[in-house]
């Protein structure tokens, strides 16, 4: 998932600019390509997304306990029951619309403290790239997990929020590395340094010479960021360390391993929230890869004919053969 970019890898949102003699330096617009991986990813997460939205409009109180406990699907129930009676649809609805809260939270959260530390310490230089620099990379050292863990065992009655706020605290000094390289080799270029000797602001510089050659990278890295919270957050849950009197897919699974779900083999019980985080994980990968071959060109995949252009002939197989011996 990370990104490497180097100068010979530039993405087309910073291509060099093309020097005409008489002419201000200008920039080429990112373009996105609609990629079969792109279209796929958006329309799960969007899907997932309404699901996430309406659905606990619709569903009953997913902590009502009624007489039907571990009732197979159907009868009512369209995802049957829980050990306790309670209505496992229910709880997916209310499951999805808290671990996508937490996925979002957590994704803004590293955004911003990516972006602060940095895009503003690589444009400012000197002192204050230093120790923004240096903060970073103390934060980047600090065990996350078990971080989380300590935090989490301490607070009593912890909220979505509180676990989003722990999680983006703990995830945000990657990203930021991330930002900070791509940001050293773009306030190098001529329509930046054509910005700064026209007298521009600085937050003006940033915001419209800068950010937007940023854009590309900073949409990967809110979807990376929201893939570590949401899994992260079913991690701790899973442990028994996530939030408390919410649902969420990895409150989902603690409960069911704490009801013995799969020894009864209530499969109703534990493979709805467990299929949500894989299906819902895989489509954000796949919308992150379609970002990461938009930046990077040389990730792009080639089309069949391209492909077939570069098989060799049997003569040229043959050649090769030759050589080799």
Known sequence: MSLILTESTRPEAVESTEHVPGAAPRRRRFRPR????????????????????FGPMVVQDPSAISDVGLQPPGDGHLLGTTQTGQDVFAQLAYASRGSLTIGVVVGVLTLLLSSLFGIVGAYAGGVTDELFNLFTNIALVI???????????????????????????????????VIRGFTLSVRGRDYVLASKVAGERTWRVIL??????????????????????????????????????????????????????????????FVPPGLMLAVFGAALSLINFSIDEAINPKLRSQ?????????LSEAQLEDVKEDSL
């Open 34 to 53: 609609l990629t079969v991986k792109l279209v796929v990813g958006v329309t799960i997460v969007a899907v997932i997304g309404l699901f996430a939205i």
């Open 303 to 311: 089309t069949r004919s391209q492909r077939k252009s570069w098989r």
């Open 208 to 269: 419209v010479e800068i950010l937007p050659n940023l854009l590309p990278l900073l949409a990967s890295q809110f979807v990376f960021a929201t893939v570590f919270a949401i899994l992260g957050e079913a991690g701790l849950s899973f442990l028994g360390l996530g939030a408390t009197n919410s649902f969420t897919w990895g409150t989902m699974l603690y409960y069911a391993q704490n009801g013995l779900a799969l020894r009864l083999g209530a499969w109703w019980w």
């Open 143 to 177: 065990p996350g997990l078990p971080l989380v863990i300590i935090i989490s065992s301490y607070v009593p009655n912890k909220s979505v929020w509180l676990i989003a706020v722990v999680l983006a605290i703990t995830g945000w000094a990657g990203s930021a590395r």
